[in-house]
């Protein structure tokens, strides 16, 4: 079985420029999730995404915003960028009902 | 509100000697509890979790907590460590499974 993937591994952006970033769930798994883990932190989440719809949301505004594909991929966008937003984001996806997600290895973001 | 204290951020222990890393947690509802693992540069690997029933849950690599109601803890062991075990800790925890909340992390730094 394949496990979770996010592209790319790393990204440099400059503050103000739009960010997508791009998670394959596991096979199998219908609901995917995003978090942010900035340095020294635990990860928080974004939003979660069940049916293409989304979930759940974080505290996190609005130029936060994702997608979910029919093949249960999905996508991260990120607007206007600042220095803050950059971390590590993790995509996991889960079947439904949770019982533990499974989680990419992230993508390292770098607001310059 | 959902919440997770992590009580160390870093716990310093030689090889081959026993360990536990701290969690305690506080919600109004039942729980699901969680405890993952970040190697440097990785996401996050699902080390065990609780959902219901026994409240002593084992997990990989050795690796087993007890859950604790009436403390509101779900603290990590393991009997004799190794040098691979170094890494980051999270626990975390979840309501209905929707999101999960994570600690800030606890750093076990293993010695020869």
């Known amino acids: 079985e394949t496990g979770v993937t996010q592209s790319p591994t790393h990204l440099i952006k400059t503050r103000g420029q739009q960010v997508t970033l791009r998670c394959s769930s596991q096979?199998?798994?219908?609901?995917v999730s995003w978090y942010q883990q900035a340095l020294g932190q635990g990860p928080q989440f974004i939003f979660q995404?069940?049916?293409?719809?989304?979930?759940g949301r974080g505290n996190f505004p609005p130029r936060f915003s994702g997608l979910q594909f029919p093949n249960y991929s999905s996508e991260l966008n990120v607007n206007a960028l600042e220095l803050d937003d950059s971390a590590l984001y993790l995509c996991?996806?889960?079947?439904?009902?949770?019982?533990?997600?499974?989680f990419g290895s992230g993508t390292r973001l770098t607001v310059v | 509100a959902q919440s997770v204290t992590q009580l160390d951020s870093q716990v310093p222990v030689f090889e081959e000697a026993p360990v536990e890393l701290r969690c305690n947690y506080s919600?109004?509802?039942?729980?699901?509890l969680f405890w993952y693992v970040q190697y440097p540069n990785q996401g996050l690997q699902l080390l065990l979790k609780?959902?219901?029933?026994?409240?002593l849950v084992k997990g990989i690599n050795g690796f087993e907590a007890e859950f604790n109601k009436s403390q509101t803890s779900f603290h990590l062991r393991k009997p004799s460590v190794h040098i691979s075990d170094t890494a980051e800790y999270f626990c975390?925890?979840?309501?209905?499974?929707?999101?999960?909340?994570f600690g800030t992390g606890t750093r076990l730094q293993v010695f020869p």
């Open positions: 096979s199998g798994h219908n609901t």
């Open positions: 919600s109004s509802v039942s729980v699901y």
């Open positions: 996991a996806s889960s079947t439904t009902g949770g019982y533990g997600y499974t």
């Open positions: 609780y959902l219901s029933g026994s409240t």
């Open positions: 995404y069940y049916r293409e719809e989304e979930n």
């Open positions: 975390a925890v979840s309501e209905y499974t929707d999101k999960l909340i």
